[in-house]
């Protein structure tokens, strides 16, 4: 399925999913398709409190916008932890929905630098690694207890 597209194939499990994997998917879009993939993850899961959301993303100490690794002329949104979190919380808040999330970055370690001619060399490289699980939907009177 399309995880762009709000139609197709993949809908027929909306509301259906209750662990979701997303690896090394996120960041080979910019920051606003970014927002569309994980807004249309979070609607596949199933509505009650406790689905997750799982994966991890190449990322940076620097975050930003970056050269596509594959040499094309579009640009991908590299992460740190607090820039992840504020991505994911765009996407949850305009479903109106709240996650407690836990985002870990580590230095990448990878041949990728030597194995691809496009990628653009950033010596802040990082894995961005997260999860993330769905609360029970909070009232204006309740407390937020939840972290992004």
């Known amino acids: 399925g399309n995880v762009f597209s709000s139609e197709g194939v993949v ?12 690896g090394t998917l996120l960041h080979h879009n910019d920051w606003a398709h970014q927002v569309v993939a994980v807004r249309h993850m979070l609607r596949l899961l199933s509505r009650h409190p406790n689905s997750i ?12 916008a970056f050269a596509a690794a594959d040499g094309s002329a579009r640009l991908e949104f590299r992460h740190d932890v607090q820039s992840f979190r504020k991505m994911f919380h765009e996407a949850a808040d305009a479903l109106d929905q709240k996650w407690e999330m836990e985002v870990d970055a580590y230095e990448f370690k ?39």
């Open 110 to 148: 990878s041949e990728l630098r030597l194995e691809n001619p496009h990628f653009q060399a950033d010596p802040g490289l990082l894995e961005v690694s997260f999860i993330a699980r769905k609360l029970e939907r909070l009232d204006a009177a309740t407390s937020h207890h939840f972290v992004f």
């Open 11 to 22: 809908w027929q499990l909306a509301g259906k999913i209750d662990v979701l994997w997303c």
């Open 53 to 64: 959301v799982v994966g991890r993303a190449l990322g940076s100490r620097a975050p930003g």
